[in-house]
């Protein structure tokens, strides 16, 4: 077993590592989370560690917030909300999890997010291109967002 056997191991040692690490990170971070907003909040600010994300908005002015699934994931249903008319920063964090923001189908939603992993609208030619926009930015590590209008 020459190189591409060290290779290996250290390739999943250092994965191993980073797990370790994020777990231990989670673990602290779960201790600040904060309770679950009011559906009808026109900013969140929500945190699925070690459980399932699932929360429906209700807001007349949705503005954003903030997101985080760290070994974890749901859903995000935004399908009840209205945009605020200059639009919304979402920030979103997905340390090994992620999972889905349902938005209403005229929505214009700018993805950027960086990292292992990240976020795509699914919607594809069917999403508008005009009008206030949500725009969800953050980080993904080994993790992501779907943009979805319909669960699926």
């Known amino acids: ?34 309770p679950p907003p009011d559906p009808a909040a026109d900013e969140i600010d929500l945190a699925a560690i070690f ?16 997101v985080e699934c760290w070994f974890g994931g749901g859903t995000l249903d935004l399908r009840g909300a209205t945009l605020h008319p200059d639009g919304a920063l979402l920030e979103t964090q997905a340390v090994f999890g992620g999972g889905s923001i349902l938005v209403p189908p005229d929505w ?37 967002w779907g943009i979805l209008t319909n669960e699926g």
């Open 1 to 34: 077993m020459g190189f591409l056997g060290r290779l290996l191991r250290l390739v999943i040692l250092a994965f191993i590592g980073v797990m370790t690490v994020s777990a231990a990170l989670a673990f602290q971070r779960k201790k600040d989370a904060p």
């Open 51 to 66: 459980e399932e994300l699932d929360f429906k908005s209700e807001a007349t002015a949705f503005r954003g917030g903030r």
């Open 108 to 144: 214009v939603v700018e993805t950027n997010v960086i990292g292992i992993g990240g976020a795509g609208d699914a919607r594809g030619s069917d999403a508008p291109q005009a009008g206030p926009r949500l725009i969800v930015e953050g980080t993904a590590v080994f993790g992501g």
